[in-house]
């Protein structure tokens, strides 16, 4: 059996090498191992603690007394009072501390979830940055191949005389500036891997599939999910609700006593009640504030409610454009990969223009860059759109 496990994972770790790990399964460790999120979820156990603090009874308090009653202090005759004392909240007060809690909860609730979310979105933006930069470098690298040629070329004519040293020259130094794009892409990419690691949690080396998270479409999904921030809001109201049902208490507690006086001559059995007196106000400030931090936040979240409207709107149209811009630059790629094969074999029968060729080869790269910022554009706001419909709420 041991042996078993041992083949499953070593098959498991060369798979990964060869093949890549595919963001799904790298989301899945890294939400699992994330210190981060487990951390955020220990906030919610310290925010039900803190209720049941909130909501536990006080203790009764015990009073003893002992007096001497023979005003000549020649007795010895001693008497006794022993009384206990428990503070009640009222029943209003105390259903306004119950939502108070509640709503703690689910404030707290919504704080762990906007945090996940947002945890889940650079999670995303980052490994939308190292696919983009890994398949940049396998675009410089294809690049510098096709530039090395044709620098070879054009070294060949010129030592036949047939080109001069500026045509070699030129496209000699292109092609070592493609040389020094790799170097700092290749740097780029191998930075965001680590840090994509770390966050993971993981301790050894894993291969990451580069490929990006989102197709290149203009549908996008539809959601009825509150936004992170929404559910922040809709927990504040339900707090500041709390507020105002504690406020209209006249009076949070009253105590309730009872105890036994024993005098020399006669026993005395006490019960009482002791009540504040709401006399020099009346809680009207209280109520005052509650009611202005609850108009304050519908403000708000009218006002949220109209900018992730706009922001929605605004990213569906965003997505829908460059989709088409996506599709318009394939369109010239094919029919640019002809032009330069058709200049490419022209320039090597010696009947073709240098300037041509590399004018050409340059508008190829161009157009190549832009198809892989334009895929990366698209993930990024897909990304922020569903931040915003909260499918990372999750």
Known sequence: MPNLKKTIMLFFTFSLTLFGMSYTKFKKHTLKHSKILQSQALSLQTTEQENNILLRTENPALNLEVGKYDPDFSSSRYGYSVSVSQT?????????????????????????????????????????????QSKLLSLLQQEYKLSNRVTLMVKERYENGSENKVAYLQAKTETLTLKTQMHTTRQQAGTLYYQLLAIAGFNKKVSLEKKFIYSVSHKTKKSSKLSPKQK?????????????????????????????????????????????????????????????????????NAQLSLDLKSQKQMLKASIKELSAQYHSLKVLQKEQQTLSALLKEGYQIAQGSLFELMNAKSRLIQTRKSLLQTQKKINNQKIQLRFLQGQYND
């Open 88 to 132: 009640v909240r009222t029943e209003n007060y105390l259903d306004g501390l119950r939502d108070k809690a509640y709503a703690s909860t689910l404030l707290r609730k919504a704080y762990v979830a906007q945090g996940k979310a947002g945890y889940i979105k650079t999670l995303e933006e980052l490994y939308t940055e190292y696919v983009y």
């Open 232 to 300: 922040i809001l809709l927990a504040k109201e339900k707090l500041y609700t709390s507020g105002i049902r504690m406020s209209e208490s006249r009076f949070n507690s009253y105590e309730i006593s009872a105890g036994i006086e024993k005098e020399p001559d006669q026993s005395i059995l006490r019960l009482g009640v002791s009540l504040p007196l709401p006399v020099r106000h009346n809680k009207e400030e209280e109520k005052t504030l509650a009611k202005l931090k609850m108009q304050q936040l519908k403000l708000d």
